[in-house]
């Protein structure tokens, strides 16, 4: 499938919609997460596709988009990453909030798609980036990163790099909504909200959610 193709499936398979704690922002969602999933993999012929995170607003996501929203002289003008992107939710608001650049990372290109939908969708633009870049550094001035501790060696990888990027001088914050893996020991909150959510993809219909950063 190419990329006109997967924003045809994208645009056939999600609705244009508010995202509930930053609706400043519209992005392209799901109604259904497993519905979704048995499309994707339907679609492509395949099995054991990476689950369609793209077409749903995270928790954490949702919380580090509203401080960066909140608080724009964090990314103006500066040279932001963000990873782990999905949706894009979290660089569409560092670019409304008036960053010079923004990269958004994922490793699937199902997200890397609909991330160009979206930031058309907001008027942004967001440079997209469809490739494992953890250990490496571009330089950038800020690194955001919403909902990377859900799975151990996943959250040991990301957050040991992030904290490398934190040392070395860029701004890193993390949206997290309690996720299991979630290096506390390392980190300070620096906000917290009651975000909405899918109840197809979390335990409840609102999520106690923080914005963290690097001791």
Known sequence: MDAGERARFIRQHTRLLPVPHAPEIVLHVADEA???????????GE????P???????AGGQALARYV??????VRGRCVLDFASG???VAIAAAKAGAAHVAACDIDAFAA?????NAAA???TLHPVCADIVGTDAGWDVALAGDVSYERDMAARVTGW?????QRGALVLIGDPGRSYLAKDVLDSVAEYSVPVTRDLEDADVKRTRVWRFR
């Open 69 to 74: 929203l909140d608080n724009p002289a964090l």
């Open 122 to 124: 907001n008027g942004v």
């Open 87 to 89: 949706s894009g939710l």
């Open 47 to 50: 099995i054991g596709l990476p």
């Open 34 to 44: 497993t519905a979704l999933w048995q499309k994707t993999e339907d679609e492509l």
């Open 113 to 117: 798609s609909a991330m160009e939908i």
């Open 162 to 166: 992030l904290g490398a990027l934190s």
């Open 52 to 58: 369609p995170f793209w077409a749903f607003a995270w």
